[in-house]
Antibody, heavy 119, light 107 residues
C-alpha cells in the first residue's frame, strides 16, 4: 500500500525558515508528479506547489511564489518543501500528495505535518 | 482562478437518509471534478474522480454526477462512518482549487 509520511513541521517565528520532507513507500516515486497541499486550522484545502516526476518542472501558488521551493530526491523517494520568509498566514497542516494527472486528482495523501508561524 | 462553491455548508441528516451535496464552479471545468472525504485528524481521501468515477474501494452508495459548472455528490443511504467533511476539487484550470467544504453531521 502506498504510504506518504511527512516530517519537519514545528513552531517558527515570522520571517523564519523551515524544510518539510515527505518519504514515500510502495510507490514508483520517480514516475509520479507530487504536490504539497495545506490546510489552515479549521479551514479548507489550498494547493501550494507541484513538481514533475524528474523534478525539472515546478509550479507554485501565487501566495507562496518566491518564498517556497519544492524539490525531490528520487534516489531517496523523498519530496521536500523549503519554506522561507514565513508569515502567520502560512500556519497550516501541510500534506504531501501524489498527483494523478490523467484524472486531475490527488489520489494518495500523507497524514500531514503542522507548521505554526508565531512569535 | 476557478472558485468552487459548495452547498450547503452544513448538512444535518440521520443514518439511512440520502445526502445530496453540491459543488458549483465559477467557470467550466469539463468533467474533471473530484470529491474527497475528510474525517477529523485525517488526510483527505479521494472518493470520486472525473465527476462520476468511484476511486478504488469506495462503496457504491457514493455517486457523483454533473459536468461543466454544476456537480453533485450523492450518498444514497448514510452509514455512521460517512459523517465527515466533503470537498470538491478541480484541476482543469490553473491553479488547482478546492471548495470550502460541506460538513455532514448527524442529526
Amino acid at each position: 500500500e502506498v504510504q506518504l509520511l511527512e516530517s519537519g513541521g514545528g513552531l517558527v517565528q515570522p520571517g523564519g525558515s523551515l524544510k518539510l520532507s515527505c518519504a514515500a513507500s510502495a510507490l514508483s516515486f520517480n514516475t509520479y508528479a507530487m504536490s504539497w497541499v495545506r490546510q489552515a486550522p479549521g479551514r479548507g484545502l489550498e494547493w501550494v506547489a507541484g513538481l514533475s516526476p524528474a523534478g525539472g518542472t515546478t509550479y507554485y501558488a501565487d501566495s507562496v511564489k518566491g518564498r517556497f521551493t519544492i524539490s525531490r530526491d528520487n534516489s531517496k523517494n523523498t519530496l521536500y518543501l523549503q519554506m522561507s520568509s514565513l508569515r502567520a498566514e502560512d500556519t497550516a497542516i501541510y500534506f504531501c500528495a501524489k498527483d494523478d494527472p490523467s484524472e486531475g486528482t490527488f489520489d494518495y495523501w500523507g497524514q500531514g505535518t503542522l507548521v505554526t508561524v508565531s512569535s | 482562478e476557478t472558485v468552487l462553491t459548495q452547498s450547503p455548508a452544513t448538512l444535518s441528516l440521520s443514518p439511512g437518509e440520502r445526502a445530496t451535496l453540491s459543488c458549483r464552479a465559477s467557470q467550466t471545468v469539463g468533467s474533471y471534478l473530484a470529491w474527497y472525504q475528510q474525517k477529523p485528524g485525517q488526510a483527505p481521501r479521494l472518493l470520486i474522480s472525473v465527476a462520476s468515477n468511484r476511486a478504488t474501494g469506495i462503496p457504491a452508495r457514493f455517486a457523483g454526477s454533473g459536468s461543466g459548472t454544476d456537480f453533485t455528490l450523492t450518498i444514497s443511504s448514510l452509514e455512521p462512518e460517512d459523517f465527515a467533511v466533503y470537498f470538491c476539487q478541480q484541476r482543469t484550470n490553473w491553479p488547482p482549487t478546492f471548495g470550502q467544504g460541506t460538513r455532514l453531521e448527524i442529526k
